[in-house]
C-alpha cells in the first residue's frame, strides 16, 4: 500500500505559524505560543527528534459541492510532548472560493477525547466559537455580528466535537472506528447537539491522486444526516462525502 509521507521539519515550521495567528481573537489566559517555546529553547531540534513534537498527518483535501471546487483545507496534526502532559493537536486552514477563510483547531488527549476546540472564521460572516470541557461538561462561547452567546452542554466520552465539512474532525472520530457506536456530536458552530451512530461498513479501496489506498469506509448517520468518510489504517482521512449537501473532500497526493 502506498504511504502518505509528513515532513516533521514542515508541520514544525507551518505549526509556529499557524499558533502565532490562529489564536488573535483568543482572550488573555487563552494564547499558546509555540513559536514561543521554540524560541526560547524549552524546546530544540534534538528533544522534537526524540519526541516532543511528533508529526501524525499533513494533507491538503481539495473541497467540492455538487462537483465543482469551492476551496481547499490544509491540514497538521501532531502530537505535543511526553507522558501524561501528550496533547494531539490539530488544526487547519480552510480556504473557500468565495473569499472566507476558517481556521478551525482541536486539542485532546492522547486516546483522541477533545479537551478544547476553536474555529475563527472571516468572510462572508465573521466570528469565533470556542470549546472548553470543564468537568463533565462542554462551554462554547460564540461571537458573531449578531453578538455574544454561551452555551453549556453534558459531556460523556462518547461525546465528539464535529462540523460536517471541517475534514479535520473526523481524524479524532478512530476510538470509536471498529465497530457501530452512538456518539454525541456537537457543532458548536451551528449550535447543535444530537445522536448519530458511527458504523464501519468495511474495507474499500480509493484514490489518491493515481494511487489506489487501501482503507475502511465509515458511516456517521442519523434519522436526518449521514456523512462517508474514508481513512486509511493510520485513521487519516482520505475521503469525505456529505451527501446532503453534496460536499465532499479528497485528499490530495503529497
Known amino acids: 500500500m502506498p504511504t502518505i509521507p509528513v515532513s516533521t521539519t514542515t508541520l514544525v515550521n507551518r505549526s509556529v505559524q499557524a499558533f502565532s495567528g490562529v489564536f488573535r481573537g483568543w482572550r488573555t489566559g487563552r494564547v499558546l505560543l509555540l513559536s514561543t517555546i521554540l ?83 472571516t468572510g462572508a460572516e465573521t466570528g469565533e466559537v470556542i470549546v472548553s470541557r470543564v468537568g463533565r461538561r462542554l462551554v462554547a462561547r460564540s461571537r458573531s455580528a449578531a453578538g455574544e452567546s454561551q452555551r453549556e452542554y453534558p459531556a460523556s466520552e462518547r461525546t465528539v466535537i464535529l462540523e460536517p465539512e471541517v475534514v479535520l474532525l473526523y481524524y479524532f472520530l478512530q476510538p470509536w472506528a471498529g465497530s457501530d457506536t452512538d456518539l454525541t456530536v456537537l457543532d458548536p458552530r451551528a449550535g447543535s447537539r444530537q445522536t448519530l451512530t458511527l458504523r464501519l461498513m468495511g474495507p474499500e479501496e480509493v484514490r489518491v491522486g493515481r494511487n489506489p489506498v487501501s482503507a475502511r469506509h465509515l458511516r456517521l448517520e442519523g434519522s436526518e444526516s449521514r456523512v462517508d468518510v474514508w481513512m486509511d489504517d493510520q485513521g487519516r482521512v482520505l475521503r469525505l462525502e456529505v451527501p446532503g449537501s453534496g460536499f465532499a473532500a479528497e485528499r490530495l497526493p503529497s
Open 39 to 121: 524560541a526560547g529553547g524549552l524546546l530544540g531540534p534534538a528533544e522534537a527528534a526524540h519526541g516532543q513534537v511528533v508529526a501524525m498527518d499533513e494533507a491538503t483535501f481539495r473541497l467540492t459541492r455538487g462537483g465543482s471546487e469551492v476551496g481547499r483545507e490544509h491540514i497538521t496534526i501532531h502530537r505535543l510532548g511526553l507522558g501524561q502532559d501528550a496533547r494531539i493537536i490539530g488544526q487547519s486552514e480552510i480556504t473557500l472560493t468565495d473569499g472566507s477563510q476558517l481556521r478551525p483547531r482541536l486539542e485532546a488527549t492522547t486516546d483522541l477525547r477533545a479537551s478544547s476546540y476553536q474555529n475563527e472564521f
